[in-house]
């Protein structure tokens, strides 16, 4: 499978991303530039917008990157069904472009945090979560400001009803606690997906994650989210 | 153009300005503040009416604001001298 890995000025997640897929036997990643509204070469799987700071988070984290040429072409792509990930400022984006609804707002501590955290798989029914399983516990970094998930309270409701939310950050032992919500967000939540379940916004970082070596678990379970562009929800493996 | 947290929303860079400065220092009436972010804009327009819906046509079609999270007030003056 092709994937294509949107850079903005401004990214700094994105050859890490290429690294982590490159690690993943089947996946074939290209870096394509922002500017590009038909997409490098066309003919991707799969598009992701990595982590960083594009057009150094100026007005608001997401805000500008939006309304890059690229995101037309992310947008037609996702109106497709085709999996779109975006980790971090690409969930930002993702946000701001409407693709998934919502606002990520400052953390409530007001620092940026920086550390590893549990996130509990909470539906696997995307394309990001279908090798994993519900309920699995996954070890991944954070690192970012602007992180605490709103939606006003009844948009929310329909959000945790539709089962939207894709991961959430909880303890070791899969317990979602005040202790282990690192950014204020709202009910613990780490990641979302859109009605569809083929558009999925996290804040962790799984390609910082996508090696036993990078883990201070010795888990890989980074690749475990980018491989399962890999499965079909099932636990069948993609041709 | 003031772009600030709707009601209900928290907006924990005010809430630290009021906890941690304004009533550690004897304002105790102040009851609340919010931050927020001010972008002021200079339009060429025949009249202050239509300037205002031009800016706001702007902050709707670009999302200068999330609506999800935040409300914009837009006010309108003129620029002095002009």
Redesign the interface.
């Known amino acids: 499978m092709r994937v294509a890995v949107i850079r903005f000025p401004g990214s700094n997640c994105d050859l890490d991303m290429m690294a982590a897929l490159k690690t993943i036997k089947g996946i074939e990643p290209d870096l394509v530039w922002h500017e590009d509204a038909a997409l490098g070469r066309g003919g991707y799987g799969a598009v992701i917008l990595p982590g960083g700071f594009a057009f150094a988070d100026r007005?608001?984290a997401g805000?500008i990157a939006?309304?890059s040429p690229a995101m037309a072409g992310v947008k037609r792509l996702a109106d497709r069904g085709v999996p779109v990930l975006g980790v971090c400022n690409g969930f930002q984006i993702l946000?701001?472009s409407?693709l998934l609804?919502?606002?990520l707002?400052?953390?409530?501590?007001?620092k940026f945090v920086c550390k590893w955290t549990h996130v509990r798989v909470e539906n696997t029914r995307t394309p990001f979560t279908s090798g994993l399983s519900e309920g699995q516990v996954l070890s991944m970094p954070i690192a970012h400001g602007e992180g605490r998930f709103?939606?006003?309270h009844a948009?929310l409701a329909e959000l945790e009803k539709n089962g939207q939310v894709a991961f959430r950050y909880c303890d070791s032992s899969g317990r979602t606690t005040p202790g282990s919500n690192p950014t204020?967000t709202l009910h613990n939540i780490a990641g979302v997906c859109n009605k569809a379940g083929n558009v999925v916004g996290l804040m962790p970082h799984p390609e910082r994650a996508a090696e036993a070596l990078l883990s201070p678990l010795g888990h890989p379970d980074g690749a475990l989210v980018l491989s399962s562009l890999l499965v079909r929800s099932g636990g069948r493996r993609r041709a | 153009m003031v772009i600030s947290n709707k009601p209900g929303v928290r907006e924990p860079e005010g809430e630290t300005i009021l906890h941690d400065l304004v009533a550690k220092s004897g304002f105790e009436q102040v009851e609340s503040i919010r931050a927020g972010k001010y972008l002021r804009v200079k339009v060429v327009a025949p009249d202050p009416a239509s300037a205002k819906k031009l800016v706001e046509k702007m902050c709707n079609e670009l999302r200068i604001f999330n609506p999800a999270a935040h409300s914009c007030e837009v006010s309108i003056g003129r620029v002095p001298g002009q």
Do not use: D, I, K, Q
């Not at chain 1, 707002?105 to 007001?110: A, D, E, Q, V």
């Open positions: 007005l608001r805000a939006a309304n946000v701001e409407g609804p919502g606002a707002l400052r953390n409530s501590t007001l709103f939606l006003p948009e204020g």
